[in-house]
């Protein structure tokens, strides 16, 4: 048979990005598989959803109908876990079933998996010049405006050596900056003889040239041990510190656990003793119980 080309559509963070980059690299395991990047060519479209806000939603829900106007259809990411439509002649796959993928698509046109391996990381980042790789899964802050935890699950952390091993075949094949991801990155190793400092300084191990990045983390994981690794020259002197209100009493009904006075205080530490330091953030407007002022 002809190989079978594959348009994916990515929605929403760089977990998902990084899980639609392994998917890539489980199909590819099978030649008859091919990648597309024009739509005009795919004979399947995989749409990695996003739900963390209702205009993420409904984008993700328009691409479904439109691509389904063209070819046959998998819908992955957070969607699956929000609404699994029983009625549906599309395949909605839940996060723990993504590795499946190849079968699933091979379903479709009548064919059946001729081997039963599996990738476990990556080796490239397909159509990007720097890689990220997911060093933890899972949230347990339940912040009262986020349905993230609720899809995501329990916390996992990867093995320090899967992610090392992952992050040498990235360098090997040309990626000079690592982005270092999560659904909470700061949780990584929470409960373990590990944290994020402590992967950050295993990493800088390797003898090459490379730099790491830190992408979006909670203030109050911005703790002396990260404050004392990103002093390293390879550490990128960024931090995307989620803000979300200037209100202590908003944050307390978002149930973030900070206080403004808290947030302030590890900036001002974090410019004071990083150099070239820039703090990026996000803020929520219009929360509930906001007023004018």
Do not use: W
Request: charged share 30%; proline share 3%.
């Amino acid at each position: 048979m002809k190989k079978i080309k594959v348009y994916f559509h990515t929605l929403g963070c760089k977990v998902n990005q990084y899980d639609t980059q392994l998917m890539i690299e489980n199909l590819l395991l099978d030649e008859r598989f091919e990648i597309t990047r024009e739509m005009d060519e795919a004979d399947v479209f995989v749409v990695n959803t996003c739900v963390v806000t209702e205009k993420a939603e409904k984008e993700s829900k328009k691409l479904i109908r439109k691509f389904s106007s063209k070819g046959k259809v998998v819908v992955t990411g957070c969607l699956p876990e929000k609404e699994f439509p029983s009625y549906s002649n599309i395949p909605y796959l839940k996060l723990r079933d993504e590795k499946n993928i190849r079968n699933v698509i091979l379903s479709l046109f009548g064919e059946s998996e001729s081997s039963l391996s599996y990738r476990e990381n990556i080796t490239r980042f397909y159509g990007r010049t720097r890689a990220f790789v997911k060093v933890q899964e899972g949230c347990d802050r339940f912040c009262s405006y986020c349905i993230v935890a609720y899809l995501r699950g329990k916390l996992r952390s990867r093995n320090p050596e899967e992610i090392l091993k992952e992050i040498r075949n990235l360098i090997s094949n040309g990626y000079r900056e690592i982005v270092l991801t999560g659904t909470q990155i700061g949780l990584y190793g929470y409960g373990e003889d590990k944290n994020l400092a402590s992967l950050i300084r295993e990493i800088l191990k390797i003898p090459s040239d490379f730099r790491i990045r830190i992408s979006s983390i909670n203030p109050e994981f911005i703790d002396n041990s990260l404050i004392e690794v990103m002093k390293e020259e390879r550490v990128c002197p960024h931090l995307h510190l989620s803000l979300q209100s200037g209100s202590d009493r908003i944050l307390r009904l978002m149930r973030r656990q900070y206080t403004i006075a808290e947030f302030l205080k590890k900036v001002e530490r974090f410019k004071r003793e990083i150099k070239n330091a820039t703090v990026t953030t996000d803020i929520i407007v219009g929360f509930p119980g906001e007023e004018e002022e």
